[in-house]
């Protein structure tokens, strides 16, 4: 079975501070995917990435970065300066072929950043 | 692109009423999408995966009958929630999948119903 942890519930940071968001996983999978996506207040989930299991390079993107470590089982998620559009639920996601490629979903962490 | 369009956004209506949610893929075809459920401040739990041509795939626990889920065509998937309780007040969320069954799923905007 799969799991995805983000164990941290709520994050609350002042605006321009760096954040990171934290994603660890379990699979017996060799092949699978992790991805990360954002839910305003407005309910909507928007795709911020996708990355496979064989792809380990760290991926920047504009503000936000991500670091892939499978020797812990971790898809951690930074936020560079902070800005109060940031504020939203963030949620790691991990699918498996053996699920059919169904997401798995963390509980979320919900990030307010202050002005 | 990879627009996904859920219709209505939100549903007040009576208990007993049935309630059918749109979920549209705008700008590409989705031979899969999939309906989840999310009460608030928690994280999304899949219903059920929307193949186009056949019938849905249910998860564990979730009742076939009171969720119907119709797959027409490559863009239009359908969730009605028949006979209406206020327990089946939730945030419904749906998704499709763009290309093969590792791409990532794009989302609607959620329709938010609310059973009196």
């Known amino acids: 079975a799969q799991k995805v942890t983000q164990a941290q519930t709520e994050i609350s940071v002042v605006e321009k501070e760096d954040v990171t968001l934290d994603c660890v996983y379990e699979t017996r999978d060799t092949t699978y995917y992790l991805f990360w996506y954002k839910q305003p207040p407005s309910g909507e989930l928007v795709f911020l990435i996708r990355?496979?299991?064989?792809?380990?390079q760290n991926e920047i993107s504009g503000r936000y970065s991500w670091n892939f470590q499978k020797s812990t089982s971790s898809f951690n998620f930074t936020i560079t300066a902070s800005q109060v559009v940031d504020s939203a639920v963030y949620f790691c996601?991990?699918?498996?072929?053996?699920?059919?490629?169904?997401?798995?979903f963390g509980k979320g962490t919900l990030l307010t950043v202050n002005p | 692109g990879a627009v996904v369009s859920q219709h209505p956004s939100r549903v007040i209506c009576k208990s007993g009423t049935s309630v059918k949610i749109e979920c549209r893929s705008l700008d590409f075809q989705a031979t899969t999408m999939f309906w989840y459920r999310q009460f608030p401040k928690q994280s999304l739990m899949l219903m059920a995966t929307?193949?186009?041509?056949?019938?849905?795939?249910?998860e564990q626990g979730v009742e076939k009958d009171k969720f119907l889920i119709n797959h027409a065509s490559l863009t239009l998937s359908t969730l009605t929630v028949t006979s209406a309780h206020p327990e089946d007040s939730s945030f419904y969320i749906c998704s499709a999948r763009l290309g093969g069954s590792n791409q990532p799923q794009h989302f609607g905007d959620g329709t938010r119903l609310s059973i009196l």
């Open positions: 996601a991990l699918s498996v072929g053996g699920s059919n490629y169904k997401l798995t």
């Open positions: 929307s193949n186009e041509g056949s019938k849905a795939t249910y």
């Open positions: 990355r496979n299991s064989f792809d380990e």
